[in-house]
């Protein structure tokens, strides 16, 4: 297919996912509206249970049975996929589309070789022959530092460690060549090293091989090293975003200046000086939250916060969910 460079690869609009629970109806992902270009990297922040992983599952089609996804526009390359069949979508999922799970055996299978989970995508979509597509496990597996490739082909997942695992995971990912990878942080069970040298080669690839990348992570230190554009969300919504310099250099959401008082960011925090704290805790997100949904542990909290609370700035630039701050300047 070919595309419009001034085209987003990916481009979502007023995204909503709800989850039907025993408790009532869970407002998961509230009207997130984000894009993101070729040869960029857009990280997607914000604390536990705000709603990073069903945004993405969402994109990619892949949400659990009890979740309900509305979009008004979800398109990949230009080709609006909100209404298309589960046929297509899983023919641009795994081609055009790759995702990198939280937990890399969400993604593997441990009763088959990973040499035939590696292959399986790209005989299907490609019509590749077996040592074609050995050959193409074999190049991904170097390129994201496993030694040894060929060896690998026939071990099962157990037999890996969970850094060899994720790296794996990528190889994946990569196989049929995606131009839109969505990257779930990895497992928090990896040791700091090893997660550090992970996010580091999917920044080299996604660099090399310039696609667009979205992804989640925690640590506002990584999206400092990492993006060039950053997603803040909070209870299901995106309340700020924009480029990275700008937004933590004068952030205009205060949960945005919250996270940053709270995690060490390079350049902006002494070793050892003590981190803040982010008071109170993230709202239910049963039932309607008509106004800011970080009004109870906002330092700056007003009546008309319990209002409404419109979209400032311009999509493709600066925007923020907050009244303390109007177009253009200080309200
Ligand atoms: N299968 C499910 N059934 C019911 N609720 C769910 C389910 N999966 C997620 N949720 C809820 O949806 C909301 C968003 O979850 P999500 O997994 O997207 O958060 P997250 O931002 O990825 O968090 P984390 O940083 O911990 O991975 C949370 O309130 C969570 O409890
Ligand atoms: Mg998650």
Not at 148 to 155: H, I, N, V
Not at 267 to 281: D, H, K, S, W, Y
């Amino acid at each position: 297919m070919t595309m419009n460079h001034a085209e987003p690869v990916l481009d979502v609009q007023g995204l909503k996912v709800d989850i039907a629970t025993p408790r009532g109806t869970l407002h998961a992902v509230r009207d997130v509206s984000f894009q993101v270009r070729r040869g960029e990297t857009l990280c997607l922040v914000g604390e536990s249970g705000c709603g990073k992983s069903m945004t993405s599952l969402a994109v990619m089609g892949l949400l659990p049975k009890a979740a309900r996804r509305s979009t008004s526009r979800l398109a990949v390359l230009g080709e609006d996929i909100s209404r298309a069949r589960a046929r297509r979508v899983n023919a641009l999922r795994g081609n055009k589309m790759a995702m990198i799970f939280q937990e890399p055996m969400t993604a593997l299978n441990p009763a088959y070789p990973i040499g035939d989970q590696l292959t399986e995508h790209y005989i299907h979509h490609r019509g590749a022959s077996r040592p074609q597509a050995r050959d193409r496990a074999v190049e991904l597996l170097e390129k994201v530092g496993i030694a040894s490739a060929g060896q690998r082909l026939s071990q099962y997942p157990h037999q890996l460690s969970g850094g060899l695992r994720q790296r794996v995971m990528i190889a994946m990912a990569l196989m049929c060549g995606p131009e839109l990878l969505i990257a779930d942080e990895p497992s928090t069970a990896l040791d700091v090293t090893i997660q550090a040298q992970i996010l580091r080669l999917l920044a080299e690839l996604q660099a090399e091989l310039g696609i667009a990348m979205v992804l989640i992570t925690h640590d506002l230190g990584v999206v400092a090293r990492i993006a060039r554009r950053v997603a803040v969300m909070y209870a299901g919504q995106i309340v700020e975003q924009g480029p990275v310099a700008e937004l933590f250099a004068a952030p205009r959401h205060p949960y945005t200046q919250g996270l940053l008082d709270c995690i060490p960011v390079p350049g902006r925090n002494r070793p050892g000086e003590p981190l803040g704290t982010i008071a109170g805790v993230v709202p239910a997100l049963y039932g309607d939250l008509p106004g800011c949904a970080f009004y109870q542990r906002c330092p700056h909290a007003q009546p008309r916060c319990r209002a409404p609370i419109a979209l400032r700035g311009g999509a493709g630039a600066r925007q923020w969910r907050c009244v303390l701050h109007a177009e253009g300047g200080r309200a």
